[in-house]
């Protein structure tokens, strides 16, 4: 004989297949959800909906969108002739927040992983090739993550796009903004150094 | 080995994977533990202390205290990072090769400092040698592998096999134990566990040639430091690869993917 109401039993086993919810959280989630007024479950509903029905990927950057090309692309005001390559989404968010980047951007859908079986087909690589090769492109900044994978995907991008003569650049490495020096880890200190400018002050 | 709550150790990061907001889960080959997995909270954040120790094969000092389900790591330092092998495609390639041969033949917990030690010494000779290679601007127009880097993964691939106890026999025949004759006609089968004489041949899956012999010979039978630069044609090094590969295939139950993404 089934206790629960299938109705909330339904609910905890689809937020249960949701990344990083395990059984104990998915029930919370549902009893929050019962328990709160019924607008706000309709407004979750409708926006788990929309999100499916009307984001799509920009057929230019490959950036999730709701237009296509998405706002970015579309924009006289962006400098097109700047493509900043991404891995992820996420990665846009970040650099668009900064306020300091007006330039174009590429989402690779990933980084290259040999170990996890993630090849050059498995990402926008292709695109980017072909887009730069369409000759507006001055320069490419490689944004891909500071770690093992982000350094690989650049280091196999580099060489497929210097032949098209435009400017490559890589992220700078160095210390965050309001910490302590006597944190800083070795690898990140030594990039730093290695990275110094000069002082105009 | 029993591990005590707080327990510190050296290790090479061989896999990561993103877990949650910010953590990381590690898989670290040690001298004194083996392989283990442990959590680094927080390590993708930007500001986070022990981002560069855990990063893939960083080679680091771990402080970790021991978790219900999984270790956790609470401080890290790095020891090498081997840098140059980031720079050169092939190399990196090379270096998630080491990486991905221990994740897959090792099984958790089971103590193998001889297997550290030799990654870590390759990983230093592939480190080495990217650095040469990026050096020298005219090698950096060829593509692929250099002969020593080549000739560094082909002698740490055979020398894993010998360490994992899958040691293939280049020397006699596999099938009637006759002392191998340098001729261009012996044969080779994964299965049977090496070389095959041309009296037994039907048991071979694949030609051996003789260079291809003569090679897998010397790089067996000789330390890594004392090896001579071999300048080898393209058919002999794919014939000398497959072979290997296909002792990995056979004995790990699947062939290594960092292999085929873009040829090591």
Sequence with gaps: MQTTAPAVTALIEEFAKLPGVGPKTAQRLTFFLLRSPADQSRRLADALVRMKEQVTTCTTCFN???TDPCPIC????????????????????AIEKTESFRGAYHVLNGALSPMEGIGPKDLRISELIARVQGGE???????????YEGDYTAAYIAPLLKPQGVTLTRLARGLPLGGDLEYADEGTLS????????FEG | MPTPHIYKTEGLVIRHTNYGEADRILTVMT???????????????????????VDLLTRGQFVLATGRELDVVTQGVVLERFDHLRDSLWHATAGYTVAEALGRSLEDREQHDDIYALARDTLRRLDADAEAWLA?????NQAGPTARGWATMRSFELVLLDMLGYRPAFHRCVVCEAALQPVENNGFNAELGGAICPTCSRYGIRPLPLLTLKVLRLVQSTEWHALPVMRLDA????????????IFALNLERSLKSWGLLGT
């Design chain 1, 191 to 198: 990039r730093a150094l290695e990275g110094r400018r000069a």
């Design chain 1, 64 to 66: 999730i969108t709701e």
């Design chain 2, 136 to 140: 020298d601007p005219v090698p950096q």
């Design chain 1, 137 to 147: 492109v001055r320069e490419v900044i490689l944004a891909t993550n500071p770690n």
């Design chain 1, 74 to 93: 579309a924009s006289p005001q962006r400098d097109h002739g700047v493509i900043c390559v991404v891995e992820e989404p996420l990665d846009v968010l």
């Design chain 2, 31 to 53: 001298p004194q533990y083996g392989k283990i997995r442990f959590i680094a909270k927080g390590s993708r954040k930007i500001t986070s202390k022990l981002a560069s120790a």
């Design chain 2, 235 to 246: 058919r002999t090094r794919d014939d000398v690869e497959a072979i290997l590969q296909g």
